[in-house]
């Protein structure tokens, strides 16, 4: 007598080799799945056709160590979200990794011809028992499967910034301090990396210059920290219909999809993914590819965030989301400001208190 083969050790594996053994079996190589998971799908996970005829498949993987089994109320249910399913159906199966139950294949039995009085669609049960039964008879889905279980499916990716899960980093900023003083101060020469900013003769040159040509000497915004994310697939398995969700709880004002430039440069969109508003702070990153496959990576260039303070400590949360796995995590970026100092002092009454008031100017270089 031959052993049974070995259960899949997950729905999606199991999804997979329903769609592999019923397209064999009714010759018909356009079956698919239907939708996606999260989605309504009307009871049904597995759509085919045999004879001009729609059929639907019903998965239901069950944990063995929990002695899992198909329920009554299960069947219930599905029956009743098929009915919904257009085209109408002609049969439905319900497929599972359960072990045969005499008292399930009964009601199953009875539900079909219940269903069929009604002028419904037929009803059939495929336990785990005979759906190993069915892939001995299968060489194509035998092949498949036998080959699969040699090895244990894995699933297992990663999300991080393009250098790793952390990043130290330093801005530039120039901070502008207008000093209120009952007496005059003598105001400080200022530091040389700034002369230039404030000398008129050089400011007039450089404006030509950029009139000129304009994208050339186009400077970069270093008050903003640049940088880019990468999806890697360490697993065994492809990755499909993935998505991740960023989030910046705390720690920035801004936040841009792009290198920030002094002058605005027209964006093509080339990019290899779609950017989607959740919150003020948080997005959805929606690659244009829908399958990473084993050992490959994706990266997303390139995002830019202002910080809110002199320095600190930015945590960027991410949450990936697919058709096999969902993982979580955190990422971090260190960063210090070198901040060049602007100050101007004015004189106020002696009735009124000394004080400074600082705001911040973008540098770019």
Not at 94 to 122: H, S
Not at 123 to 145: A, E, M, P, Q, V
Not at 235 to 258: A, M, R
Not at 292 to 297: S, T
Request: net charge neutral.
């Amino acid at each position: 007598m031959q052993k049974q083969l070995r259960k899949p050790s997950n729905w999606q594996d199991f999804e997979t080799l329903c769609e592999i053994l019923w397209g064999e079996i009714w010759n018909y190589p356009e079956i698919k799945k239907n939708g996606r998971s999260g989605q309504n799908q009307n009871g049904i996970d597995i759509i085919g056709k045999l004879n001009g005829d729609y059929i639907g498949i019903q998965c239901k993987g069950k944990d063995e160590s929990l002695g899992s089994k198909l329920s009554k109320a299960e069947i219930d249910l599905e029956v009743e979200k098929a009915i919904t399913f257009k085209p109408a159906l002609k049969k439905m199966y319900f497929a599972t990794t359960a072990d045969k139950d005499v008292l399930i294949e009964e009601y199953v039995r009875l539900k079909d011809e219940e269903n069929q009085k009604k002028g419904l669609f037929e009803i059939h049960l495929f336990s785990w028992g005979d759906i190993s039964g069915l892939i001995d008879r299968n060489k194509k889905t035998h092949d498949f499967y036998v080959k699969s279980q040699q090895y244990q499916t894995n699933y297992s990716a990663d999300f991080g910034f393009k250098e790793g899960i952390q990043i130290v980093t330093s801005i530039k900023r120039i901070k502008h301090i207008r000093s209120y003083r009952h007496k005059p101060i003598e105001q400080p020469e200022l530091p040389k990396l700034l002369k230039h900013l404030f000398d008129p003769k050089l400011n007039n040159l450089i404006n030509t210059i950029q009139k000129t040509n304009a994208f050339r000497h186009n400077r970069v915004n270093q008050s903003f920290i640049n940088f880019s994310l990468c999806l890697n697939n360490y697993g065994s398995s492809p990755i499909t219909d993935y998505k991740i969700e960023v989030e910046f709880k705390e720690g920035i004002i801004d936040l841009k999809f792009d290198n920030v430039y002094e002058r605005e440069i027209p964006r093509f969109d080339e990019t290899n993914f779609r950017i989607k508003k959740v919150e003020q702070f948080k997005w959805q990153i929606n690659p244009r590819r829908n399958v990473l496959v084993p050992e490959d990576k994706e990266i997303y260039n390139s995002f830019s965030i202002r910080p809110t303070g002199d320095e600190g400590t930015i945590h960027l949360h991410w949450k990936l989301l697919s058709s096999q796995l969902t993982k979580e995590g955190k990422l971090s970026i260190v960063y210090k400001s070198d901040n060049y100092i602007e100050r101007k002092y004015e004189i106020i009454s002696t009735d009124l208190p000394e004080r400074d008031e600082i705001n911040y100017i973008d540098y770019f270089e």
